[in-house]
């Protein structure tokens, strides 16, 4: 079985999408991070998501403003930067606000080669207050539209044909399983996948058949790992805020 590559959520670490985090996932040796992007008052792209710090919230404040807070939520461009140093960490940029000036704003910052192939925009493909969800892949759509040279990356909440979301979007990746704090999600994913209304490792192999990655998560247990390997042995990638123990749990199959 081949090993799965290791994205670390937010960095895997707390605080989350923190530069010091990002560096400490890239010494761990993740080949990959998921950070969220969004806009200031000001329409400075800024890698933050958005309610997750106390008042004042910065997407209602100015760069200038944010900056003497000393919230030290980092700009686009000094998250870039970081990338031009970890240049094997590839980088799930997921859009947490619909926005067009914010699509045009990544695309043109990561036009470059350097970025182009390592930075894949993500979002889900349905919007769902449910699970706090608020754009759709409509806003992937529109970046290919700005370059077709962008890699996407698609969150699939209902996984029931993934090779036919893969196929109409052209995807490069896309991901399904849970989100760790939505009981529905985790109901959801054991209710499709779990019960044999789909035939798990079959749908991933189709999705893969059509040329996307395939990733699962939010796997955060070495036994959340093992149960996705289980279902799914030819799974590209798993997704965790764990990404030591993952690590840990690349040659487990291979040690049965």
């Given at each position: 079985?081949k090993?799965?590559?290791?994205?670390?959520?937010?960095?895997?670490?707390?605080?989350?999408?923190?530069?010091s985090?990002?560096?400490?996932?890239?010494?761990?040796?993740?080949?990959?991070i998921?950070?969220?992007i969004?806009l200031?008052?000001d329409?400075?792209?800024?890698i933050?998501h958005?309610?997750?710090l106390?008042?004042?919230?910065p997407?209602s404040?100015?760069?200038k403003?944010l900056?003497?807070?000393?919230?030290?939520?980092?700009?686009?461009?000094a998250?870039?930067?970081?990338?031009?140093?970890?240049?094997?960490?590839k980088?799930?940029l997921d859009?947490?606000?619909?926005?067009?000036?914010?699509v045009?704003?990544?695309?043109?910052?990561?036009?470059d080669?350097?970025?182009?192939?390592?930075?894949?925009l993500?979002?889900?493909?349905?919007?769902?207050?449910?699970?706090d969800?608020?754009?759709?892949a409509?806003?992937?759509?529109?970046?290919?539209?700005?370059?077709?040279?962008?890699?996407?990356?698609?969150?699939?909440?209902?996984?029931?044909?993934?090779?036919?979301?893969?196929?109409?979007y052209?995807?490069?990746?896309?991901?399904?399983?849970?989100?760790?704090?939505s009981?529905?999600?985790?109901?959801?994913?054991?209710?499709?996948?779990?019960?044999?209304?789909k035939?798990?490792?079959r749908?991933?192999?189709k999705a893969?058949?059509?040329?996307?990655?395939?990733?699962a998560?939010?796997?955060?247990?070495?036994?959340e790992v093992?149960?996705?390997?289980?279902?799914?042995?030819?799974i590209?990638?798993?997704?965790?805020?764990?990404?030591?123990?993952?690590l840990?749990?690349?040659?487990?199959?291979?040690?049965?």
């Amino acid at each position: 079985m081949k090993k799965f590559e290791v994205y670390a959520h937010c960095g895997g670490r707390f605080p989350p999408n923190h530069m010091s985090t990002f560096h400490f996932a890239g010494t761990l040796g993740v080949d990959g991070i998921e950070t969220d992007i969004c806009l200031t008052s000001d329409g400075e792209p800024i890698i933050y998501h958005p309610g997750t710090l106390k008042p004042p919230e910065p997407t209602s404040m100015t760069w200038k403003q944010l900056l003497r807070q000393d919230y030290r939520v980092s700009h686009l461009d000094a998250f870039l930067g970081y990338l031009s140093i970890f240049r094997r960490l590839k980088c799930l940029l997921d859009i947490k606000i619909y926005s067009r000036d914010l699509v045009q704003k990544i695309v043109a910052k990561t036009s470059d080669k350097e970025f182009r192939e390592r930075i894949f925009l993500t979002a889900p493909k349905k919007k769902s207050r449910t699970v706090d969800f608020h754009v759709d892949a409509g806003l992937l759509e529109y970046a290919r539209e700005l370059d077709n040279r962008v890699k996407i990356h698609i969150i699939d909440t209902l996984p029931l044909n993934m090779a036919g979301t893969v196929k109409k979007y052209r995807t490069d990746m896309i991901s399904f399983g849970w989100l760790n704090d939505s009981l529905a999600s985790r109901v959801l994913f054991r209710l499709i996948f779990k019960s044999g209304l789909k035939n798990a490792s079959r749908e991933v192999k189709k999705a893969q058949n059509e040329g996307a990655k395939v990733m699962a998560g939010i796997a955060n247990t070495a036994e959340e790992v093992r149960e996705l390997l289980t279902l799914f042995p030819t799974i590209d990638a798993i997704i965790t805020d764990n990404p030591a123990m993952a690590l840990s749990m690349r040659d487990w199959p291979l040690s049965l």
